[in-house]
């Protein structure tokens, strides 16, 4: 599939087509912010996600969250490519014990970094009970909850649905203790169209964005602290959607809506050259 990008070169405008990684787009970031491409997925194939990129969470334990759904691994029910786009899907369907499928795909020894920015092209799900997410863990063995750090790129729950959400969990900032620091946005059509939802992180702060306009940033207090720091290692990304939990499932799920999908245009990874 072909992905068609227009951009202004040398002062005049050009339609340029370009298959995978070559989209003006991306070489509009690499010359405005010094910043390489560094991994990819752009969907251009069909079937299960690529091996190669993508791992998975499995079991429905509730995911200390509450949460209702059976992340499965390696089910196309569950998530699949077609047309150029990741489809995460969330099913009413018993699955061992559990009311409903989802699937939640990780990088974590595929695609693990420190620093840079993250681009996430996605059209979200609708819905009561619904808790779509792209967001980052470290990539330690084993993991630290909070102490080891959390990025979170976007949440979406959809009882409030066009608030997007950005939040960092750390050792002394998380939701547990009601210490997290984030901010959120209103974005009214995140169910009908697609939006770039974005992080940059290096040494000095971790700034959030929706289609390039920022609206949280965290800083380093440069106390040495990893409570309040963690994110001087390599974090990885995940993206899965959650069906009712503490915070998707705190005015129910509407069980008429499902099954509801998470679109991914592209993911892309770029760090300083």
Not at 54 to 67: D, F, K, Q, T
Not at 82 to 91: D, H, Q, S
Not at 114 to 138: F, N
């Amino acid at each position: 599939m072909l992905k068609s990008f227009t951009c202004l070169q040398y002062g005049f405008p050009t339609l340029i087509l370009f298959i995978g990684l070559l989209s003006c787009k991306k070489e509009s970031l690499v010359h405005k912010k010094g910043y390489q491409l560094v991994w990819s997925d752009e969907f251009e194939y069909k079937g299960l996600p690529d091996p190669a990129r993508w791992g998975y969470g499995e079991g429905g334990n509730g995911w200390g969250n509450h949460e209702l759904q059976y992340y499965t691994r390696e089910r196309i029910e569950n998530a699949h490519v077609e047309n150029g786009v990741l489809r995460i899907e969330a099913r009413k369907e018993k699955f061992n014990q559990n009311e409903y499928t989802s699937a939640r795909l990780h990088t974590k020894g595929k695609g693990d970094w420190m620093y840079g920015r993250i681009d996430v092209k996605a059209k979200l799900p609708s819905g009561k009970g619904t808790w779509p997410a792209i967001w980052m863990l470290a990539s330690t063995t084993p993991l630290k909850w909070p102490d080891d750090g959390e990025l979170d790129i976007m949440e979406h729950v959809g009882y409030d649905q066009g608030v997007i959400h950005a939040n960092i969990h750390t050792k002394a900032y998380n939701h547990t203790i009601g210490t997290n620091k984030g901010n959120q946005l209103s974005v009214s059509d995140v169910s009908s169209a697609f939006h770039v939802y974005s992080m940059e992180w290096d040494e000095e702060k971790i700034t959030f964005f929706i289609d390039d306009k920022s609206y949280f940033t965290f800083t380093n207090d440069k106390q040495n602290n990893s409570a309040t720091w963690p994110y001087n290692q390599k974090f990885h990304l995940l993206l899965n959607i959650a069906i009712g939990g503490d915070w998707g499932g705190k005015e129910g799920v509407d069980t008429s809506i499902f099954p509801q999908t998470m679109e991914v245009d592209y993911v892309r990874v770029y760090q300083k050259k």
